[in-house]
């Protein structure tokens, strides 16, 4: 309770009261002095009897329950209400509000506790990983991993991590790592089978499922993002959450595939793909395909018909 963003200002405010009123027990004031010392007291304790109940300070306490930053302030006892009475219905629907809060934040409690441990193992971000580590790592992995075999200081490489940085950082269950490689020594090529020079490789359950290059995302022009999502969600390798198989096809969907007694793979594609975008945005909720772009206000002169 110490912890209370209220509860600390209401113990600042009580000090302020009791120094106030230590201060206009002085013999040696003046009466208009005391006066003034006698009302500041009264206000200071007035501010704390409020502070307590403070609904700006709201937001402070739930976001200290959540991340455990600060105990969990302990209600005050209710008083019993009169049999019959309205304030015994008000208080069956704040025990039901009340249950349901609780209810909610354990659950918040739990997502942030998941997301904290599943970061601790490298996922949410792009890390750098050698070469030489790559497969062991494919095979140790639990759930997919997409490597992106990169070329030291190529701008679209850095874009493609820019990317995939994102991508990341919405889809937790699968791990993203970055391998510098050199076109005269790698051998990675040839263990795999797979492109030689940069690109991206997708495992799942340590066997490759996908391998494409760079030209397949729009280079040497440029870095289409569009095609790395499609491509990606294609070899089944993004997952929301840690150790699911993604999100569960639609129930239209698997409706429609039962009555028309199995659909083609490419049609099976198309549905798993739609499938994915009816999970909802983290950072919007939206449910239909978008991309979130931070706007660049480029310096225009005044004045312009264009403008």
């Known amino acids: 309770m110490d912890g209370d963003p209220c509860c600390v200002e209401a113990q600042t405010f009580t000090a302020e009261a009791q120094s106030c009123e230590a201060l206009a027990c002085d013999p040696t004031l003046e009466a208009c002095c005391q006066r003034d010392l006698e009302q500041q007291a009264v206000v200071a304790r007035l501010k704390a009897r409020l502070s307590i109940h403070d609904r ?5 306490r739930m976001a200290g329950q959540v991340l455990g930053s600060a105990p969990q302030a302990r209600p005050a006892a209710p008083v019993p209400p009169q049999p019959g009475s309205d304030l015994e219905s008000e208080d069956d629907d704040d025990a039901v ?5 609780a209810q909610r934040l354990q659950q918040l409690q739990r997502e942030a506790q998941s997301k904290a ?5 490298g996922h949410g971000s792009v890390s750098d990983m ?3 580590r790559l497969l062991r790592e494919a095979e140790a992995a639990g759930g997919p991993l997409v490597c992106h075999l990169a070329l030291e200081g190529s701008p679209l490489d850095d874009d493609l991590d820019e990317h995939l940085a994102a991508l990341a950082h919405q889809h937790l269950g699968t791990r993203f790592v970055r391998a510098v490689i050199n076109l005269r020594t790698s051998t990675l090529h040839l263990k795999l089978r797979t492109p030689p020079g940069p690109g991206l490789l997708c495992f799942r359950d340590g066997r490759v499922v ?5 030209d397949r995302f729009g280079a040497p022009d440029c870095i289409l993002e569009e095609a790395v999502d499609k491509w990606l ?6 997952r929301l959450l840690p150790g699911g198989g993604g999100p569960k096809p639609a129930a239209s969907a698997v409706s ?3 009555r028309d007694g199995g659909s083609s793979s490419g049609e099976e594609e198309e549905e798993e793909e739609a499938d994915d975008w009816q999970q909802a945005c983290e950072v919007c909720g939206r449910r239909y395909p978008h991309q979130h772009i931070r706007s660049v206000h480029a310096t225009r002169g005044s004045g312009s018909d264009s403008d």
């Open 210 to 214: 996908g391998a494409a290059g760079l």
């Open 97 to 101: 509000l009340g249950l349901l809060q």
């Open 117 to 121: 441990a599943v970061r601790q193992q």
């Open 233 to 238: 969600r294609q070899v089944k390798v993004l």
């Open 130 to 132: 050698p070469e030489s």
């Open 56 to 60: 700006s300070k709201e937001r402070l």
């Open 256 to 258: 429609r595939r039962q």
